[in-house]
């Protein structure tokens, strides 16, 4: 049997508190502040940053540029994100969203059906009510009340072959070995992203991080969650501090991958913490990365991705996952909207 891949040796970092290293500290010497600039995972970004520049180019609030970024992603019919999104276990698609200011003000939605565009009701939470996560049918009620418009409740067709597809083996228990087709890995768990043979990710998240000509930071996280999990099932994208958070003061990240590790690490949070003392945007998120495979241990760490972007208050930008696969895609004026490949723990799930 070949041996595991030698882990990447893991930072020291304690439970009691964020120990300084050295040679994980970004250089924050005189260098110009890089803005306006927007980042976002995966190669799907790409599109979603095009709409994105058209606000942060002619100097709009990097707020409006991260909602109107990911709707794009949004309106798509595909098996990741919006209405068009692989469904539940039983057959119905619900969606969570997020999005947070430069003043700290956040909204959010979570298992929300047959909304079109989660993004902006997470916005109208935020703006126009003195919460800051609404669910179920509270959010979709709420979304009516602000002029949003309900969709048609079916599946896309591509997603409707997936859930065919899932059902011929599927079985109503807490860890279930699927096989989606001739692309995907055979007996991955259907709690996990799955992945696929060319050594790709099955990911269902768009998040984007913007700072805007002023210096302004925002960003913003929707997804359909994880196919065919169990109803009801939230992820961490529409929870501040886990899949998103932004502090304008230093910085802001954003998560994709399997949601259940991010919220029990808090990760986007921890990453700005990070930052906060003196890391780089790719060190933070590599350190909080090996944060979670140190709990998680590195067995496990072998059977799912995360992933997380993140981006400082100088236009520096960075990510780092566990698994080889993840991109992201950053555009400015000095980059033009280009798809970038993340560094990883792991080259694969067993070597």
Sequence with gaps: ???????????????????????????????????????????????????????????????????????????????????????????????????????????????????????????????????????????????????????????????????????????????????????????QTAFAPMKLSNGDWNHDTIGMLAIDVNGNLSGSCTTSGMGFKVRGRVGDSPLIGAGLYVDNEIGAAVSTGLGEEVIKSAGTFLIVEFMRQGYSPEAACKAAVERIVKRTGVAKAHTYQVAFIALNKKGETGAFCVQKGFNYAVYSNEINNLLFDSKYLYTDGVS
Excluded at 14 to 20: E, Q, W, Y
Aim: aromatic share 6%.
């Design 1 to 187: 049997m070949m041996q595991r891949r030698k882990f990447l040796q893991m930072g020291s970092l304690g439970a009691g508190g964020f120990l300084f290293s050295k040679n994980l500290k970004a250089n924050f010497k005189n260098n110009a502040v890089t803005k306006p600039l927007v980042i976002t995972t995966w190669n799907t970004g790409i599109d979603a940053n095009v709409e994105a520049w058209k606000v942060l180019s002619t100097g709009g609030r990097a707020l409006d540029a991260v909602e109107k970024g990911v709707m794009v992603t949004e309106s798509s019919i595909n098996c990741c994100v919006g209405l068009g999104a692989n469904p539940d276990r039983d057959g119905i698609v619900t969606l969570d969203a997020s999005i947070m200011d430069e003043h700290g003000n956040a909204g959010a939605v979570a298992a929300i059906e047959r909304i079109k565009h989660p993004i902006s009701v997470a916005r109208k939470v935020m703006e126009n009510t003195p919460h800051v996560l609404l669910v179920g049918a509270g959010a979709q009620e709420f979304a009516l009340s602000q002029g949003f418009q309900l969709e048609p409740q079916k599946l896309s067709p591509d997603a409707e072959a997936e859930y065919k597809k899932w059902l011929k083996t599927s079985k109503y228990q807490p860890v279930i070995n699927i096989e989606k087709g001739k692309n995907e890995t055979k007996g």
